[in-house]
Structure formats: C-alpha cells, structure tokens
C-alpha cells in the first residue's frame, strides 16, 4: 500500500515540476524575443541570478567553522552547517554564490540593461542615449574574447554579513598558477577544458572572472545542442560544494545552437 501511495504521489509531482519547467523556459523565450531595451528591472534580476545562464545558490553556516577549500584555499563552511539547528545560540549566516555565463550574450544584456535602468535611461534624450550606448556597448556588451573562450564569472552576496566578500577574499590576490589545477567546467561525458585565465575582483563586491577555451585540439567546442549539462567546478575537496554548479544546456540554447 506504501508503495501505491508514493507511486500515485510521485506522478502528480513529477507533473508540477515539468509544468513549472515548461512555463520558466517560456517565459525565458518571450523575454529574448523582446529588445533587451524593453526588459524590466524584474526581468533583469530573473536572468542574472536564476535563468539559463545564472545561478545562486545560498548556504547557511555558523562562524568560525573551516572543513574544506576552494581553489587550494580555507572555505568557511561545511556539508554539516547548510542548516543551523533550531535554537541555535549564534545566527547562521547566509552566503550566496552566483554564477554568470557572460559568455552568453543574454547575460551581457542584461547586466547592460541593468546600468540603463540604474541610469533612468529610459527618460533620457536621444543624444544622452547615444553616448551612453557607445559607452556601454564597449565596456558591457562587446566580448572580443568570447569568440574562442568560455567566460564565467562568480559572484558573492550576504543578507547578514556585511563585510564579508568570499569572493575577494578567495580570489583578491589569487594568481593563474595557483588555482589553475582546481578551476574547470565539463560537459556530462567527462569533456573538460581547464582554466586558461582569470580576471581577479579589484574590490569586494566584484566578480571573479574565469576564462576557458572553447575548442578542443580537434577544434570541437565544449558544448553542441545534444549535450545536457554543464558542470562548473571551483571546490577541489567536495563535489557538493555551494562553491560548484550544474546548468541545463538544454535551456540554454537559443536559434538552434548553445548560446554560451
């Protein structure tokens, strides 16, 4: 009877999820299909934190716990502390890693649209809109890289730890030879390409950009459309690291090839 139950249950579930993936992917379709000109801020934030081509993911841990590393460096965290117990003495704090695919040209936009709108682009003239788009368009939109390099950035956030950026802290002073061997993304198969470069934070609160090559010595790109995951891995010690992501590449592609 247990067994019925759970069956009859999973069904039902199992539906919810494919309808909410289906509605997610649809939405994230009707969006591309707008100038990026028109997103709103909502829009925006959706596309450079959970879509596609971002993702966050939080922990929650107690102070002054160090298990395991990233990048050959202390992550203050462990598996055992993602929930504080209830009753905890000392409020776990809650740390969000992001990641971006700026490869991706949607993300590119956004973070573009995102300065307009902190701009109030929108009820400029003309002329400011113009020169603001020359700006942007050489500093946001343009990626003269991403011809022949996969580029990834990883961000940091806190609800409850100002001050705190491990990110910066990680990655500040960090050089190529020293996280070079931690740092890659793969494909499902087991293709990887390795860390060719990295663009450090200048300041907490910045992105640590990460720079892979796209084609292989046969001249094969990471990804095509019959792939299904991308694996992001920056947590040397832990598969299950909050530090390292999976993304669909099948949400990803766009005019019938992998925008990334």
């Known amino acids: 009877m247990h067994s019925f139950f759970s069956r009859s249950l999973l069904k039902p579930a199992m539906a919810i999820l494919m309808l909410v993936a289906a509605i997610s992917t649809a939405a994230q379709e009707g969006l591309l299909k707008k100038p990026f000109q028109e997103w709103s801020k909502a829009e925006v934030t959706k596309l450079l934190n959970d879509s596609a081509w971002a993702r966050t993911q939080e922990i929650r841990i107690r102070p002054l716990r160090q298990v395991r590393s990233v990048a050959g460096q202390p992550e203050t965290t462990g598996t055992a502390d993602r929930q504080a117990p209830l009753g905890a003495a000392v409020e776990p704090r809650d740390f969000r890693f992001t990641i971006r695919l700026h490869s991706a040209l949607p993300i590119r936009q956004a973070l573009l649209r995102r300065e307009q709108l902190k701009w109030n682009y929108d009820q400029k003239s003309a002329a400011d809109r113009k020169a603001f788009d020359l700006q942007a368009k050489q500093l946001l939109l343009d990626c003269a890289v991403c011809a022949d390099y996969y580029v990834v950035s990883v961000g940091f956030s806190s609800t409850n730890s100002s001050g705190t950026d491990m990110i910066y802290q990680w990655f500040g002073a ?19 390409r390795d860390l060719a470069d990295f663009i450090p934070p200048k300041a907490p609160g910045d992105d640590v950009y990460f720079v892979f090559p796209r084609r292989d010595e046969k001249d094969q790109p990471l990804l095509t459309v019959t792939d299904k995951k991308l694996v992001f891995r920056m947590s040397d010690a832990n598969a299950n690291s909050v530090t390292n992501f999976t993304l669909d590449v099948g949400r990803m592609i766009v005019g019938g090839k992998v925008e990334f």
């Open 174 to 192: 960090a050089t190529l030879p020293s996280i070079k061997g931690y740092i890659y993304i793969a494909n499902e198969r087991g293709e990887r």
